[in-house]
């Protein structure tokens, strides 16, 4: 979907306005036939393909989302389900735009206590069910999409060098959707009032990404004991290329090492790094030996990251 279809369903908006000050030119919807459930069943499908692991291998599933099928139970099962993961435990993180960052670590954990040898790690949302069309302050921002990843023990010195993950839950209605849940449950008045629509405070969310996506990178290189010369690519949650270059300015790294994906996808959230990364590894920009660091900031507040060689 481009900005100009938003024009044409009578939002007050406008291409330039979008592209000025997010960078997204287009976004992706899931059609009517399209669940949350479908779409990561073949993301997964193609990412065991790739990895070459077979279902009956998969011993746990974890499901980075903030937009699931059904409330109960965790959409990690219907995963499990659609693949037929049978050995496989399977669980949700709503860790919001960090969530596959977290789902990583979560990963990594279980492969390091010897609770699974084989994790498969999904970021994926069908955002566009929970914003409101009618709010332009938010329905232009997000997409649809999943991004799968399978994590297993890592061999000679490859995979995850740091990770760091944090959250400062006094800054949750910045962004949130304050009814539908036990606090404020889906009532005449709730329905009527669109409370459980996803609502955001932009300029105050721009400001607390910009400053947590910096401090997640400093920790990030701290913790791999690297130098940002010795990133090969940085691979950021894609939510807006505002935030995407201060990021890149404040480690020191070039945008000729950034991946940037979000003027053709728009925010997906959790889905927006596993995306990514499936985008550049196709286009070859990681390879063997490739260092990767991973950077996000997300609803909650959660941030956090990751440096990975491949
Ligand atoms: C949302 C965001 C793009 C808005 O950009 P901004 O430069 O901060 O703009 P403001 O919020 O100050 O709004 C400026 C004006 O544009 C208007 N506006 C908001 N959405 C608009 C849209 N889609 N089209 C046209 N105008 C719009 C506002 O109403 C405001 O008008 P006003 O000055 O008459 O009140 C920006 O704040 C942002 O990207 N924030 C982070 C959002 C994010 O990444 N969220 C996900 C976190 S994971």
Redesign the pocket.
């Known amino acids: 979907m481009t900005n100009d279809e938003f024009v044409a369903i009578g939002i007050?908006?406008?291409d330039a306005?979008?592209r000025d000050?997010?960078g997204i030119r287009e976004r992706h919807v899931a059609g009517p036939d399209e669940t949350l459930t479908s779409l990561a069943a073949t993301a997964s499908r193609i990412a065991m393909t790739d990895a070459g692991v077979a279902a009956s291998e998969i011993d746990a599933i974890v499901m980075a989302t903030v937009s699931p099928d059904h409330l109960l139970p965790a959409a990690a099962v219907e995963v499990q389900a659609a693949l037929g993961a049978t050995r496989a435990a399977a669980f949700d993180v709503g860790a919001?735009?960090t969530g596959w960052i977290y789902g990583v670590v979560v990963a990594e954990g279980l492969v390091a206590t010897g609770t699974a040898e084989t994790v498969l790690v999904i970021g994926g949302e069908l955002l566009t069910r929970i914003v409101n069309w009618k709010d332009?302050?938010t329905c232009?921002?997000f997409g649809d999409g999943v991004g799968a990843t399978i994590v297993k023990r890592s061999q000679k010195g490859r995979g995850v060098l740091s990770s760091y993950i944090r959250s400062d839950g006094t800054l949750a209605k910045l962004?949130w959707r304050p009814s539908g849940g036990g606090a404020n449950p889906v009532s005449e008045a709730t329905l009527a009032d669109g409370s459980f629509w996803v609502q955001?405070q932009?300029?105050e969310?721009?400001k607390h990404?910009v400053r947590s996506m910096a401090d997640a990178c400093d920790r990030a290189l701290d913790g791999a004991k690297l130098s940002a010369d010795s990133i090969d690519l940085v691979i950021p949650?894609q939510?807006?290329t505002r935030?995407i270059e201060a990021t890149a300015k404040h480690a020191g790294i070039s945008m000729n090492k950034v991946y940037v994906n979000v003027d053709r996808y728009g925010?997906t959230?959790a889905a927006s790094i596993p995306i990514a990364l499936d985008e550049a590894r196709r286009a070859g920009r990681i390879t063997d030996g490739s260092t990767v660091m991973f950077v996000g900031?997300?609803?909650g507040f959660t941030w956090g990251s990751l440096v990975v060689r491949f």
């Open positions: 007050d908006t406008n306005w979008i000050r997010t919001a735009c332009r302050n232009v921002l962004l955001m932009g300029r969310v721009f990404a949650h939510a807006n935030i925010n959230s900031f997300g609803a």
